[in-house]
């Protein structure tokens, strides 16, 4: 089982980054994929999720109207989007394969910097 993730952004404050994230090796709607950042210094942070099998969401308060999460099951891809960038969005974004409860397998991050 592997969870690519797509490279390194650099972004201006105000742009929009698009993170992807291939899911191999299982049934992909077997799983819902979640979206977590890691600011530097700073602990893990839940974004939301998507379920694959129906395109149901769910997200952090915290991001609500700025974060989209989609699904493409014939490509076994997950994205996440995020629009109005501040430099406090600087982090490593990880997909993760899994539950509510516990994720199964991870992704091996992007480094997404907000920079102008």
């Known amino acids: 089982v592997q969870l690519v993730q797509s490279g390194a952004e650099l972004r201006n404050p105000g742009a929009s980054v698009k993170v992807s994230c291939k899911a191999t090796?299982?049934?992909?709607?077997?799983?819902?994929i979640s979206w977590v950042r890691q600011a530097p210094g700073q602990g893990l942070e839940w974004m939301g999720r998507?379920?694959?099998?129906?395109?149901?969401?769910n997200n952090a308060q915290k991001f609500q109207g700025r974060v989209t999460f989609t699904a493409d099951t014939s490509t076994s891809t997950a994205y996440v989007e995020l629009s109005s960038l501040k430099p406090e969005d600087t982090a490593v974004y990880y997909c993760?394969?899994?539950?509510?409860?516990?994720?199964?397998?991870w992704g091996q991050g992007t480094q997404v910097t907000v920079s102008s």
């Open positions: 993760a394969a899994g539950t509510d409860y516990a994720y199964a397998y």
């Open positions: 090796g299982y049934t992909f709607t077997s799983y819902y």
């Open positions: 998507i379920d694959p099998e129906d395109g149901g969401t």
